[in-house]
């Protein structure tokens, strides 16, 4: 059931997070499926739900920043100085982990929203709240309250806060290593958060070549992931791509520019990953059966968004 964010939609949501369910909540990058991170039936209600492989761990999102300190056997310098920096925020660092979370890992992945409803609930609630992306584990992250119903029928309660501002999952950072490694690139870009960490490790290539279920250095990293239902696939230009003996209707996603397109979304990073996943829930939702999409440049600024759509094509 969808529901707007008013005193009464937290008051139910935090009765249904105390009672160890979820909830579906709006944050800044895509909306998260909580639970209250200290239970681990809540969280093994998210797995099951989602469908998600159990290697792959959940984000803790908290509220404050004695709460996030709280969840790490130690907390380096350094995150006190990307906290101060980037939260609340599109980064999600990962430290070593405190006892008492659920989950057997060694480290705990952290970070605090910047969406006001995603705040609100997690102050009312007082609990820290571990939450994937809400979505089918695979598919396309949801950035309405309406997407995450039509992925996640069965959770009881989504909170509606609008369209997520950024539309693209959070930075995640590794650092209990030095120099800190990036583990997944996401809407924090790396200018920015090179000005506080200095070196800054990336992953191979930048996009994990690791085939699925093999061990790899950040367990969300597989390579098919982000995927609509239609096969998407990429092109420097779309319109060279032979389409007989593709699975028609056959859409085009470009950016300002170089279209015109289907759907053509701005020429800007940043505005292009906030329409990312909207417009491929909508060309799914036209019945596309193949997407065909603009390569966007290959430069840093378009990391995010080229290892999204690299995995949806994969
Ligand atoms: O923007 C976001 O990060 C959204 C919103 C809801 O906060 N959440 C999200 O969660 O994208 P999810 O579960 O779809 O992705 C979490 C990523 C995965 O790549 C996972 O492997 C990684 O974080 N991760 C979680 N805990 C980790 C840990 N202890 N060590 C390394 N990577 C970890
Ligand atoms: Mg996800």
Redesign the pocket.
Known sequence: MIVAPDDAGIRRAVELLRAGSVVAFP?E????LGADATSAAAIAEIYRLKQRPSW????V?VADLPQARALARHWPAVADELAARFWPG?L?V?VERADGLAGD?D???I?I?AHPVALRLLRASGLALA???ANRSESI?PTTAQHVQRSLPEVPLVLDGGPSSRGI??T?V?LTVSPPRL??P??LGLRALREVTGELVLPDGAVSEAADGVARP????SRRHYAPRARLILAEDPDAVPRGGLAGPVAVLTYEGRGPGDEVLSADPGEYAADLYAALHRLDDAQAGTILVQAPPDTEDWLAIRDRLQRASA
């Open positions: 944050t990058t895509v909306y998260g792959n761990p959940l984000i999102h599109p999600t990962v890992l480290t705990v992945a970070r929203p939450a994937p992306s992250s999952e959070s995640v590794d583990l997944r996401g809407a950040s367990p969300g990293m």
